[in-house]
Each structure stands twice: as structure tokens, then as C-alpha cells.
């Protein structure tokens, strides 16, 4: 029928409006690999995560070797003094998930960022040592290497090393977002950093001091960092600068194996991240509410599809802002928020003539936008296994303080918790009690990686940073593979949108979408922001197609690359 009608069309117009007819849509295809895959935020690690697989290593020991080579290719979110969340899939099935998220100090407390009048102090939260919650990473990575990984420590480490002592080349991207924060650089260290200077595009930075401490780490491991000379180093940096983290908090830093939040969409198998990240449940509540509409009958980023996916956005955020925290400090009511019963009543209010205003729904009045500064990668190796990994320092370079005697930059993940419930952080985050500040507690997160299984196989996995945007970049991903029968590449590349409860308004990625969609939800009611949201999120993924090969989702929104084996 198509066909006829162009046809028609053609004859009716002759050759005055050929050029107004739309042409064959070109299938964009990302990379693919027969055997495994690797997909990060920049092309050395993933370089490095596909050799520790082609030497025989398996996703773990490839998770090791791609998180310690983001720390010294993309310090502007890789990391040793930050934190993040992995979820995994192992060839037989058996899934699991590993929270290596920072940590608030034991000498922290409830009203820390307040002055003697009860206000928020301006920037504590954010900048400088008093931001630092206790690092994760190093034992993350060693946590998932001792229960799953085969190769040596050593192995995985020297192309990692190598990588630092060679340096690695700038990129126009990381070279605008370096000169974009020399001046909080300068702000908040005491002594001129490496990073405080012009670098341009094609210059190569060379990290020799944190070559020496993943050398260390690679001669001691987990306790080289948290118990040896690294940790009085840094223990001592930390305080010199004013800080509060102590040789106990580091000693006292344990990774922790988690239950994955699991749900089902159509004939989906959803597997994400469970608290302290609201990733798992929130995706899990917006995925249950919209599956009874036809997105698919409805159209990719149509009028109809746009409003029922920001309808459910608003619903889950509103509940996420009130409900969730560090589950070993909080009760989450995980099933009551994920059930049939609850989820439906939360949309009986929806209609298709008119938004919902976000007012009107009840859970704490609080706001939630948080930085955007995180990284993404994911494996799948050779073996069948697949890991989904997102990790962060929290904003760009973290607090800002850089420890030069280490190497790394350490993060500002303090500023996740609620600093007063009912005032905004530096990104907007108004936090509930359910997050506020206590020592050794975790703070809440939007990471949101995840893994997808199809007919009892594995499907996909995938992630992104974008802060509270994540959420939906993760959804909209796994819509555009499942309803709108995208690849990967196509599914990450596509135009993305997001509502978050509060503020009250669809960010969307700009001179994207269609004018007149635009229009027909303005209409509505929907206030729409393409000034805010000129990237939404950086989605990398990896989709198992019907004949067995892998194929990436490398996003174009930033460096990130994808290696297959």
C-alpha cells in the first residue's frame, strides 16, 4: 500500500516534489561482535576491558580492568575516590547486583551542611573535602573480582598502569570540560593540579603518581587501599584540607551484595539496581504503569506516547523523592510500590485531553534534579556472562579536590543526601527524611543499571549517566529496542525526553521532535524545555540479536566506544 500510494503521489506531483516525499529510512547498525563486547565512555578503556577478554578473562575481570582504565582516561567521572552499582548476569542465570556506592563518614551528622540559623551553607555540600562521602571503588572492583573473576590481579592491572604512565590523548569534549572547571579548580586546591592548565584537543595528559598507586593496589589490593599507606595518605589529605573522613572510615568500607529489583514488561524479564539507587523501583513502577497502552500502535515520541510515559515518570519520581533511601537505614515498601494494585490506582487519574498537574499528586513536595556527571559500561563476554556497571565521583571531577600525591580526584556524593528536608543542593535536590545525612549510611542514587532478558535468554544491558535523568534514559532505550523494533545503535542514538515530577515540565532533547507533537502537548497542558536539555543522558548498551551477535549502542553524545571481540 505504501508503495501505491508514492506511486499516486509521484505521477500527481511529477518531478516538482520529489524532494518532499520521504525517503527509505537507513538502518543504522552499532558495532557487533560474534563473541563479546565492550561499550564505555572512552575508547582506551574499552580498548583495555576487550584485551583482558580476548587473554581469556571473563566480564568480572574485564569489569575490573575497564572501571580502573575510565579512572585515568575520563577523570571527569571515572574514578577511584567515587562510587557506583553493578548488575550481573552469569551465562547459567543467576543474576545478582553489587553496591559499592560512597558512604557518609562516621563523623557525620544529620545537620552538618547547616549554619546556627538552621540555613543551608552554600557550596559545603559541593565543593571541597567536607563533600567527600568514604570511596568505593577499589572494593567494588575487588569484591566482584574475588567472587566471579579468573585472572590475576596483575594482569588485569599492567595494561591499566601501562595506560597511566603512557598517558592518554585529550579529546575536544574532555578538553572544553576541563577548561569549563579550571577556576573551581584553583578554588578549592591548595596547590596548583594537574588538570589546572591548557590542555587542548590532541595533547596528551600522563598520569605518572596514579600509576604508582595502582601499582600498589596491584602488589596489595582492596587492603592497600583502605588499610595501607594510600589510606593514611589520603586519610591525612583529607583532614589537612579540612575534612572529616579518618583511617577507621576508610578500614571500615565494605562493598555489599544486593537483590536486584525484578519485574516484568510483556515478555521482558527487567533485572536493575536496587536501593540505595532509586534506579530498579522507579523503572520498574514507570514500565508496570505504561504497559497497558499500546505504545507501539501509539508511535515512537508520538503525542500519545510521549504523554503516557510522562504521566508515569510524574507518578514514580513523586513516590521516589518520599519513599526511598539506603534500605539499611530506611523501610522501602519495595512490593507495595511495584504492585499491580498500587500502580494502577496511581494512573486511574490519567487522561489523554489534559496533564496531570504535578501539584496535585501527593508524597512529599520536594523537587529532584541531580548531577549528570556519571559514567556507563557494559560487557558481555564470552562465556555468556553480562554485566551492567554505572559509577560516578557525583558532579564534574567530584568535589574538585584533586589528591596530587595520589592522583584521583575525590567525589562530592555527600551532596546526594538531603542537607535540610525541604532545601535544595546545588542541583536542585530537595530531599525527604528517608535520605537525610547519618554516619555510614549511603546515599541515595539515580544509577540505573540494568539487564534485560527475553523467552529466559539475554536480551540486553544497558545503562547511562544523567543524574535524574537516567531513569528514563535507561526506559526509553529499552522501548526503542522492544516496542519500536530499534538495534541498539538506533535505540541509543534516538531523541530522548524526560519529566521528573518537579519541576513541572518535559525536557526534551532540542530540534528534535516533530513541531507539531510539540504543539498538541503544549495544548495540553505539558510545558515542554528544549533550552535545558541539549543532551539527555549517554547511553551505552549491548543487544543480543535473534542470530546470536552482539550489537552496541555507543552514544554520539559523547567519546564513548564500543570493542567487540
Known sequence: MKFIFYLFISLLCFSSCKESLPTPKEKITGVTSQKAMVVSARKEASIIGSSILKQGGNAFDAMMATELALAVAYPYAGNLGGGGFMVYRLNNGDIGALDYREQAPMGATKSMYLDNKGNVIP???????????????????????????????????KPVIALA???????????????????????VNKDTIIFDADWKANDTIKYPVLATTLEKIMATGKDGFYKGDIAKTLAK??????????????????????????????????ISMSPPSSGGICLGQIMNMIEPYDLEVFGHNSTKAIQII????????????????DPDFVDIPTETLLSDAYLNDRMSNVSFDQATLSSSLTHGNVELVESDETTH???????????????TLNGAYGSKLYCSELGF?????????????????????????????????RMLSS?????????????MSVGTPGGSTIITCVLQTILNVHEFNMGMQEAVNAPRFHHQWLPDEVLMEPNKFNRKTISELE???YLINEKDAPIIGRVDGILKREDGTLEAGADYRGDDTAIGL
Open 123 to 157: 557550596n559545603k555540600s559541593t565543593l571541597g573535602s567536607m563533600a567527600i562521602g568514604v570511596p568505593g571503588t577499589v572494593a567494588g572492583v575487588f569484591a566482584a573480582h574475588e567472587k566471579f573473576g579468573t585472572l590475576p590481579v596483575s594482569t588485569i592491572l
Open 165 to 187: 604512565k603512557r598517558g592518554v590523548v585529550v579529546t575536544d569534549k574532555q578538553a572544553l570540560r576541563i577548561q569549563a572547571k579550571r577556576s573551581l579548580f584553583q578554588e
Open 237 to 270: 589529605f583529607i583532614q589537612d584540607n579540612g575534612g572529616i573522613i579518618t583511617e577507621e572510615d576508610l578500614a571500615n568500607y565494605e562493598a555489599k551484595w544486593r537483590t536486584p529489583v525484578v519485574f516484568n514488561y510483556d515478555d521482558l524479564k527487567i
Open 310 to 325: 510522562t504521566e508515569a515518570e510524574r507518578r514514580a519520581y513523586a513516590d521516589r523523592s518520599y519513599y526511598l533511601g
Open 377 to 391: 559500561y557494559s560487557i558481555v563476554d564470552q562465556f555468556g556472562n553480562a554485566i551492567a556497571v554505572t559509577t
Open 409 to 441: 580526584f575525590l567525589n562530592n556524593e555527600m551532596d546526594d543526601f538531603s542537607s535540610k528536608p525541604g532545601e535544595p543542593n546545588m542541583f536542585g535536590l530537595i530531599g525527604a527524611e528517608a535520605n537525610s545525612i547519618a554516619p555510614q549510611k
Open 447 to 459: 544509577m540505573t543499571p540494568t539487564i534485560v532478558e527475553k523467552n529466559g535468554e539475554l536480551y
Open 523 to 525: 495544548a495540553k497542558g
